[in-house]
């Protein structure tokens, strides 16, 4: 029997004319379950390893989108994040590296190594090695930097026998 209609026999009421039926259902209390040391509310249609599908779903997320930050840049993807516009750049790098003419598909060696120990894409003269790190010169980004650097931010090619 339901709260009320214990009360009302309590009282020495009888039932009322149409039955207990007549008053109006009493809203169910949720149930609890036990999960540990938590009382976790119980929702139908629902499991708890939705919860653990949802974090691992989120955990492989956020493991490629890191990955695919710490990827390594083509050298024509490091160019163009350095210099605004890349396409002097681009042709500059092509030339020191690859012996780019006009005319020819832009080729970029970030392993280049010139005659004097000029390296990397930008061939940084090694008189400027005292200020650098000249392990990462091989590296298109940071020679992209240096090479930025040198061009007073892509405004002088004075260092460079190729000239955009």
């Known amino acids: 029997m339901k709260r009320a209609q214990r009360e009302i026999l309590k009282r020495g009421g009888g039932a009322p004319a149409g039955g207990f039926a007549a008053f ?3 809203p169910r209390r949720r149930r609890r379950r036990w999960s540990g040391s938590r009382v976790i509310p119980h929702r139908p249609g629902r499991r708890l ?3 653990v599908v949802l974090l691992a779903a989120l955990v492989v997320v956020l493991a490629l989108a890191s990955a695919a930050e710490s990827a390594p840049l ?5 160019i163009c994040q350095v210099f605004r516009p890349c ?3 681009l042709r500059v790098a092509a030339c020191e590296s690859a012996g780019w003419r006009p005319g020819e598909r832009l ?3 970030t392993y280049a190594l010139g005659a004097a120990g000029e390296r990397g894409l930008f061939q940084i003269h090694p008189v400027h090695f005292g200020w650098l790190n000249e392990q990462r010169l091989f590296d298109p980004l940071y020679n992209a930097r240096i090479a930025y650097r040198l ?3 892509g405004t002088s090619w004075r260092h460079w026998t190729c000239r955009p």
């Open 24 to 26: 109006p259902p009493v």
């Open 49 to 51: 390893s939705d919860g």
């Open 74 to 78: 083509t050298p024509r993807a490091a």
């Open 87 to 89: 396409a002097p750049a």
């Open 107 to 109: 080729r970029f060696y």
């Open 151 to 153: 061009s007073r931010g």
